[in-house]
């Protein structure tokens, strides 16, 4: 890293003018471009893309950087480099219209020349010069400028000549890119690289395993530190790519926002937020995990957001895919009807990884989505061995963060728990969240399990979730924790039930101790009233009692009274008579 | 374009003028330049006195017309007709060259 701080600072600073190629990553790697005023030599085997090199130069610099330019041919006219360029998008002929450049084809014949004395390239030099001066050109091609070594007998004066062209081509300013077949020995055939010393790349074209790598490196660039490495670079279908591993700089922005995976479960085990916005996620897992399910369902909650979504999808055919998900739930079909949803599928065997990668960039310039799902990207990496895998995942991971894009990329590991880190040693450390899913045999059955194994810059849940596909998508089912252990599948299910059942025996148990309890207080309730009843009773028996007596008393006082007076009377009577 | 024209007039040329003509490309009043006409009117008033015609073309005046004769090299030396055309570098110092190039027959 230490390396790379010290080196940007190094292109900041204003040495040497650099020309920009408009080559994609090679602007990065040569720190800016080619150097302005000078020549540089681009050498290489046939069919290695020099002049597609030079041309892209030359139309990049006339389209983007508005210095015109001329392409002086010695090989292929006019008519056939304008055919191939329009293949990559570039007309020349419109260009050369407007006056932007200006194309000229030297053809020169053995055997229509004759020499005898001397002579001098003047008549070249005037030609170059005209076109130079009719457009205002700042960059000159010469493509391939060996083909006079052929046509030429007299290689002295050719030389000589070549020499003062370079000079003279310094002289008047022009960034020139000079192409060199490859010598077996040399750089190049007739030693061109003794007359251009400024810049000289190396283009190289080697198959490896059955598939086939370009590969660009700077021999030297006086005056300017570059990029030392061999950068894989490839032709696409925008002109040619050239993959700077190690001069991509770490410093794309952390965001600190999260995004849903769609999966509410798994949100919640990632501090109930889902991932960083921006960052990438592995999800890795043996054959029937889970995988492409996650992945379609990460896509499609970004579409529900209103987000755009790339599916690379390598496994299956967009139909299939389609279908499938449609059988958890995912509706991917209308995302896709909206224009939120892209989905590529390929066969990775198609291209190499570069090409893949270039392909990838592409799409996610044009596309500009927020979410990229790569399903699965274990598939591209057909060739195990190969040493540029990594750098170069690494590169579309770190180009992916630059652009902000939140990444999901699935990986296929061997049916196993325990080699699960082997096969990816690769990619994982590149990740900021990985997740591995597993299948538990136990019981005789399969559970799907979902666990994460490190989600950086957060504290995610350590447990291992029992993971499950309804008809409305997929969700983790609550963690069942019984005792000290989480329990999945049927032993979950069992446990469930009996709970269930212990709880519902609980249940009724406290019911009738409940019905018990309000019986038990009826019965006092009704006790209590006989005994009020028995107490009322014995109470209206005494009061009865003594009203019966206080009766009874004053009937006899009465009564007596009543006698007395009788009596009374009687006497009185009986006085009265006895008198 | 340029090829055209020239070609125009090369057809005029054929009906009136000469069998021989050719085309003489220099780049400035260079002594090499200079040495090369020499040459070539020595050895056409040589061998093939009163059938050919020389023009002359200074690529400093009208650098456009490099392009149409494909000249790298000055001086050159086009033999325009007959056909097929011919092309010879250099200072026509070797008349033996010169005439192997034109595919003259020598006088003698």
Known sequence: MAAVSKKTKQINAPMLAKSPTGIRGLDEVTGGGLPTGRPTLVCGAAGCGKTMFAAE????GALQYDEPGVFMMFEENASELAANMRSLGFDLDKLQRQKKIVLDYVRIERSEIEETGEYDLEGLFIRLGHAIDSIGAKRVVLDTIEA????????????????RLFRWLKERGMTAVITGERGETTLTRYGLEEYVADCVILLDHRIHEQISTRRLRVVKYRGSSHGTN?????????????????????????????????IAGLDEMLEGAGPYRGSSILVSGSPGTGKSSIAASFANAACARGERALLFAYEESQSQLLRNMRSIGLDLAHWEQKGLLKIHSSRPTLQGLEQHLVFMHDLVEEFKPSVVVVDPISNLTIDESDASLKPTLMRLIDSLKQYGCTALFTSLTADSTNVLANSEVGVSSLMDTWLLLANIAHNAERTRTLQVLKS????HSNQVREFVFTGRGLDLVDVYLFGNQVLTGTARVSQEAQEEAATELRQ?????????LSSHRQAIDAQIASLKAQQQEREGEVEFAIARETLAAEGAVSRAKSIARGRGNLQKR????RR | MNHSTVTAHQDRATHKKAEWQLRLYVAGQTAKSRAALENLQRVCETHLAGRYTIEVIDLLVNPRLAAGDQILAVPTLVRKVPEPIRKIIGDLSNEERVLVGLDVQPVR
């Open chain 1, 574 to 577: 009986a006085a009265g008579s």
């Open chain 1, 230 to 262: 061999e950068y894989p670079f490839l032709i696409g279908a925008k002109g040619l790519s050239v993959l700077p591993i190690t001069s991509m700089r770490l410093d794309h922005v952390a965001l600190e926002e999260r995004v849903s995976t769609g």
């Open chain 1, 456 to 459: 950086r810059g957060m504290a």
């Open chain 1, 57 to 60: 130069f030359l139309v990049c």
């Open chain 1, 148 to 163: 006079l070594f052929s046509g030429l007998p007299n290689h002295a004066v050719l030389r000589a000549e070549l020499r």
């Open chain 1, 508 to 516: 009724r148990d406290h019911d009738r101790r409940l019905r018990e």
